[in-house]
């Protein structure tokens, strides 16, 4: 195992475990997490909706996204460890049981694990070459849809403009409004162009999925 995968598998056991502190007083409840997304739907319940502050693309599919990846992406932004003008506001006024309770939601909300099991199309050339030096299945599975962690987010099928966007936020410092201060991914992107994270980013929204948009029956 070479030092880079070592460090990733460590501090992932490292917010294993802060995660599970976190939430060792907390049970999930989905039902519960149904009634509190009324907060959610206005963006991650509409097909193809774009966000246009502060930058222009689809909002992520969350809809069988892991739970534990939907609560470390909602406590980020309550740190300040992901910049988000409108996420920072949600985020903020949530307990911690709300977030495991959205959380579990949305982790079976729509989810259909088979559908991620579909032959995936092969990158080309170019692109399979961008994946091995980023080391990306490391952490996000071969398929891009089993993290070796839960707190890691499923990559397959997601918006390639919101990936593309995301992968750019890792770039990004001093900026008050966009930007993610996660070290592993940080020191992942550094090295890419825009451009070559735009070809993995298309790439991945390729692959097959079981995450959603589910539109909710007043938006159908």
């Known amino acids: 195992m070479n030092k880079l995968l070592s460090t990733i598998v460590a501090l992932a056991a490292f917010g294993s475990v802060t995660f599970s502190a976190q939430a060792q007083d907390v049970k999930a409840s989905p039902q519960a997490?149904?009634?509190k997304a009324a907060m959610c739907i206005g963006c991650h319940g509409i097909p193809g909706y774009q966000a246009s502050f502060p930058e222009i693309y689809k909002v992520p599919m969350i809809s069988g996204q892991g739970a534990k990846y939907i609560s470390a992406a909602l406590h980020a932004y309550q740190k300040g460890?992901?910049?988000?003008?409108?996420?920072?506001?949600?985020?903020?006024?949530l307990t911690e049981q709300d977030i495991a309770d959205l959380a579990a939601?949305?982790?079976?909300?729509?989810?259909?694990?088979e559908a991620a099991k579909a032959t995936a199309p092969q990158p080309s050339e170019a692109v399979a070459k961008l994946l091995d030096q980023g080391k990306c299945n490391s952490c996000h599975g071969p398929n891009f849809s089993t993290p070796i962690d839960g707190s890691y987010p499923k990559l397959a099928g997601q918006h390639a403009d919101y990936l593309y966007a995301a992968?750019?936020?890792?770039?990004?410092t001093a900026n008050p409004q966009v930007g993610r201060a996660n070290p592993i991914m940080a020191a992942?992107?550094?090295p890419f162009t825009h451009a070559q994270l735009k070809l993995i980013a298309q790439y991945l929204s390729t692959l097959p999925s079981d995450l959603h948009t589910v539109p909710q029956s007043r938006f159908r």
């Not at 939601?105 to 694990?113: D, I, L, S, V």
């Open 33 to 35: 997490g149904e009634k």
């Open 81 to 93: 460890e992901r910049k988000h003008p409108t996420m920072k506001g949600i985020a903020a006024s």
């Open 105 to 113: 939601f949305y982790e079976q909300h729509g989810a259909n694990p």
């Open 167 to 172: 992968l750019k936020a890792y770039q990004t």
């Open 188 to 190: 992942t992107a550094q």
